[in-house]
């Protein structure tokens, strides 16, 4: 008997397949995926041709048995597919060769490569720059985005406006209803306010993304180094997800792409506004990080754009989860509030202590802990709960030497005090803590502390809330 597969469909099972093989000798057409079993004659072995790539399945063994009583119905063995080891691409080493290419020739490549198989992360931001790109590349793509239920309305119209422009459909993915129920039954509306953001971006953002990216070999970002110097300074233009698994399963199955890493916030705008590009309304507002309504708020002038996003966190903790693989282990600097630049017994790097000026006073545990005790002061303080590795602490620093500087003599003590580490929980509870830096007035008459409640750290600013209290 001859057996032959030459058709073109993509799949067939074994009880199909079993049902097309007959007593004839006359050669029938089969396809199992895209593998071609070779023409034969009777008798012969069996041949394959197919791609270097793909799986190799060995020939079907039919034969027709013959005993004293007849013929014995046939009988067809299937060995277990051997798998091709598949040729793995060196995509750190592509990223060194892309490192200086244009986020235009970035896409490109990416397209090139995956095809139907990728798709373009949108916000709703100024990422809409991704789909200009591509759409500049000539090469079909896709778009999906995370509708989470608490984005601005003048994202969904941004959403509305880029399919217009570029005559695409996004592919929205959405919570599961049910787990979104249960947290707003169980915890209200804004739980995020009280035990931080993660479980509700888990709900709303993490898992739909999770979905959409199962049905993906590789997936596009708008992420670019300058946008959060704490978690994003070192992402390459391409990298294997180290976070997200793909279409094919398993630690290594999904691409992530960045085409603008490298590109600075200042050439993105210079890029829309000359292509003309539709962008969210919000950013005419004073937005610059947008997200979901309840946690996005416009920034001030001078303040990073992340300070928008989860205001009342720590700044090492600003990503949602979509980009987990950014944050790294806290090195033991982080984790203890005891060091102040001293290197650790692991041999771990540590970040040099901050604040450092005659005029401000460094507070210990037991300090602190005098000073908020203490119901008749001679004089007012002012302290900054800070953490040295955060970057928003280090942002203001020149100010509030300055600011130390300024009140030297005039009857006010400038003090610091490390709230990270061990000390985190008590600062917290007893210093109302919230997210670094958290900067207090303890008045002179009183025993309870006054805090600074404006996100604006400059000399002036900082000064007016002094003299106001004094």
């Not at 100024?126 to 999906?144: Q, S």
């Not at 003309?276 to 303040?303: A, F, K, M, W």
């Not at 600074?452 to 000064?463: G, H």
């Amino acid at each position: 008997m001859a057996l032959a597969v030459t058709s073109s469909s993509s799949a067939v099972n074994s009880s199909s397949l079993f049902s097309r093989i007959g007593s004839s000798s006359e050669t029938k057409g089969l396809q199992i995926g895209s593998v071609r079993i070779l023409e034969r004659t009777n008798g012969s072995s069996g041949g394959l041709n197919l791609p270097s790539r793909r799986s190799l399945v060995r020939t079907l063994n039919v034969e027709s048995q013959r005993n004293g009583s007849g013929v014995v119905p046939l009988a067809a063995t299937i060995v277990a597919p051997e798998i091709l080891e598949k040729e793995e691409e060196d995509f750190e080493q592509l990223a060194k060769n892309l490192e200086n290419a244009s986020p235009l020739e970035i896409m490109d490549k990416a397209l090139e490569k995956f095809g139907n198989d990728i798709a373009i992360a949108f916000s709703g931001a100024e990422d809409v720059a991704l789909i200009e790109y591509a759409h500049l590349t000539g090469r079909p793509y896709r778009v999906f985005s995370l509708d989470t239920g608490r984005l601005n309305p003048e994202t969904y119209r941004l959403f509305d406006a880029v399919e217009k422009r570029y005559g695409i459909r996004i592919e929205y993915m959405f919570p599961d209803a049910v787990e979104v129920q249960g947290l707003v039954r169980t915890k209200g509306l804004f739980s995020f306010y009280e035990d931080g953001h993660q479980e509700c971006c888990r709900i709303r953002k993490v898992r739909p993304l999770r979905r959409a990216l199962k049905g993906l070999r590789a997936w596009i970002t708008g992420q670019r180094k300058d946008q959060s110097p704490g978690t994003r300074s070192e992402i390459p233009v391409v990298q294997v997800d180290p976070v997200f698994e793909g279409l094919d399963g398993g630690s290594g199955s999904l691409v992530k792409w960045n085409p603008v890493a490298n590109v600075n916030g200042i050439d993105i705008w210079t890029f829309l506004r000359t292509m003309d590009v539709p962008v969210n309304s919000l950013h005419s507002q004073g937005y610059v990080s947008i997200g979901c309504e309840p946690c996005t708020r416009p920034v001030l002038p001078g303040q990073h754009e992340r300070e928008g996003r989860w205001w009342w966190e720590d700044a090492k903790a600003k990503e949602c989860g979509l980009h987990k693989g950014n944050l790294k282990q806290d090195d033991a600097s982080q984790n203890n509030g005891n060091g102040n630049g001293v290197a650790h017994a692991n041999g771990s790097a540590t970040v040099a202590d901050i604040f450092n000026s005659e005029n401000v006073v460094s507070l210990s545990r037991a300090g602190i802990e005098n000073l908020a005790k203490l119901q008749d002061r001679k004089e007012p303080w002012i302290v900054v709960l800070y953490a040295p590795w955060c970057r928003f602490c280090q942002a203001m620093e020149e100010s509030y030497v300055d600011l130390a500087e300024n009140l030297a003599g005039s009857g006010v003590k400038v003090g610091k005090f490390r709230a990270d580490g061990d000390e985190k929980e008590y600062a917290k509870s007893e210093l109302m803590l919230g997210s670094f830096p958290t900067i207090l007035f303890f008045p002179k008459h009183s025993s309870r502390p006054i805090k600074y409640p404006s996100e604006k750290r400059d000399v002036e600013s900082l000064t007016a809330f002094v003299n106001a209290l004094r």
